[in-house]
């Protein structure tokens, strides 16, 4: 009999299970790992379900960047079946004024704009400066990873889950109620989702654990990998 818990791992923007390869691979002796698809879902309900419709009765449950916010939708709708949540470069909240939100969907429709002139491999070379640290774009190997896998992404998807985050909820009030083991992971150099926000999770979510993963950014799995693991493989066993 297999006791491994099952461990849902849901990919942010731009991204699918090349993200989570080695948390997959470094984790697979404790738990059993799954990278979930969200099926062309446009909002972040929507994509809960998507989680939802194939998962097992109880499961962990780690969610990066947009994937985050699915994971706390996930955990809004069926709050007695995530054993362990983990929150990795993400946010809770909505737009915080409406000029924020018009900055978002001017910058947002920039992308779908370069998707359609370009192709999804320019937005992809795009979408690497955006989402690494000035110093790790000299790290070949990573940033050809990084543009490999959003370059796979479809236009359709890309405005899916455009979507979902100019529609996203805010999860303020949820944080105080979630009540089993959590992991807040953030990139020490993440200009996206900087380390402030996570420790604002981390003031609210009573049993929580903030992590900052030293020089890195928005990309901590791939760009720290084994520190990732590590803090994912302390929180499973805890």
């Known amino acids: 009999m297999d006791d491994r818990p099952h461990l849902l791992l849901l990919p942010g923007m731009l991204s699918d299970d090349a993200f989570w390869r080695a948390q997959s691979e470094a984790l697979a002796d404790v738990a059993r790992v799954k990278v979930v698809d969200?099926?062309?879902?446009?909002?972040?309900d929507d994509m809960a379900q998507a989680v939802l419709a194939n998962a097992p009765e109880s499961f962990a449950l780690a969610g990066h960047s947009l994937g985050g916010r699915v994971a706390l939708a996930v955990y809004a709708q069926v709050p007695q079946r995530v054993r362990k949540l983990g929150l990795?470069?993400?946010?809770?909240?909505?737009h915080l004024s409406a000029a924020a939100r018009t900055a978002e969907i001017t910058a947002r429709n920039a992308l779908l704009d370069s998707a359609a002139l370009e192709g999804m491999?320019?937005?992809?070379?795009?979408?690497a400066t955006h989402v690494l640290p000035p110093a790790r774009l000299d790290d070949a190997r990573l940033v050809a990873a990084i543009v490999a896998m959003a370059a796979r992404q479809s236009p359709t998807?890309?405005?899916?889950?455009?979507?979902?985050?100019?529609?996203?909820?805010?999860?303020?009030e949820l944080l105080h109620t979630i009540t089993c083991s959590t992991l807040i992971c953030a990139g020490e150099e993440d200009s996206m989702?900087?380390?402030?926000?996570?420790q604002a999770m981390a003031a609210a979510i009573p049993h929580s654990r903030l992590v900052i993963i030293a020089e890195a950014g928005h990309m901590v799995a791939m760009e720290q990998p084994e520190a990732v693991s590590a803090a994912m493989r302390r929180w499973l066993m805890s």
């Open 88 to 94: 990795l470069c993400t946010d809770y909240r909505g």
């Open 193 to 198: 989702r900087p380390v402030a926000v996570h």
């Open 157 to 172: 998807a890309l405005a899916a889950q455009i979507q979902a985050g100019l529609t996203r909820p805010d999860f303020t």
């Open 38 to 44: 969200y099926g062309g879902a446009a909002s972040i």
């Open 121 to 127: 491999a320019g937005v992809a070379r795009q979408w």
